[in-house]
């Protein structure tokens, strides 16, 4: 493989030979599937594979299909069609795919703003559409003779009408800029402390505190369309208990089996690409090491800039308190 040149402190992750010889055995193919599948990556075809999973053994489907674009993905690439036939190719993908959900299984079906008409049409047919969650990718230049596209859309489904959602579990902590208080002195519905004033709020479809991974993040890889951890874990922390399985049929470079498995479910991941599969084998080996998602702690997720901003204030405490070179990790946030 071609290695490219990376600027000192790029901490994107890649593959050594020796990692492809260590990973490469670790990967499954279509014949494995009798020998188990539970937390295994399998390298193929979605449309190949998904037929001898079990009938109902995922909790959560993930789908984050190629988009309607001309896009490379490694050594596959994908063309842009007309929206009638992208919707009926997505529907030849759901009628694949949606076995393996559970009755009370979720899916969340990542697209653009050009897909959107293609996923309802072809969703609304099979499943429940709860919502539209919709999320802001601040990244790109932009374009000179049209808006420049800083959005993503992620469909909210369920089989039924009985599904999993735990509330509790995704709130945003979010600053509070103009600090109520009830006539005792009290503050109202929001924590005074002393990084800060903020309040947990119950999550909307509107999420601007996501960030795109890039090249000084270690979650980063040369995936053209790499999803964030911190994305990842919000989708799965609301529609999943702990044990339960999480199914990435578009897995890339294995972010969905990454935070399945920091989070305490198990996963099953297909990628068509071998680079991509080998990246997600060595992520999940990483786990080990460190299981820290970037923007979640405390069991809540950080508002943008806000968790930053506390990291470096609870920093600073700590190295008076302790000295620059002795500094207690307990007292730093680590997410």
Known sequence: METKARAP????LTLSEKDRETLRPLLCGRDDVQRGYLDRTFLGDCQEIAPLLPKGFADLLFVDPPYNLDKRFGDAKFSKRSVEDYTSWLGQILECLLPALKPNGSMYLCGDWLTSASIFMAVSER????NRITWEREKGRGAKANWKNSSEDIWFCTASHDYTFNVEAVKL??????PYRDDDGEPRDWK????GNFRDTHPSNLWTDITVPFWSMPENTDHPTQKSEKLLAKLIL???NPGDVVFDPFLGSGTASVVARKLGRHYVGVER???FALLAEKRL?????DATIQGYADRVFWERNTFQAANRRARSEAILKNGKQQIDASAVFTA
Do not use: F, K, Q
């Open 9 to 12: 402190r790029n901490r994107t």
């Open 127 to 130: 499943m429940h559409v709860r």
């Open 173 to 178: 902590r979010r600053r509070v800029i103009a």
């Open 192 to 195: 005074e402390t002393a990084d």
């Open 238 to 240: 609301a529609s999943t």
């Open 273 to 275: 690409v071998e680079e």
């Open 285 to 289: 080996s990483m786990c080990g090491e």
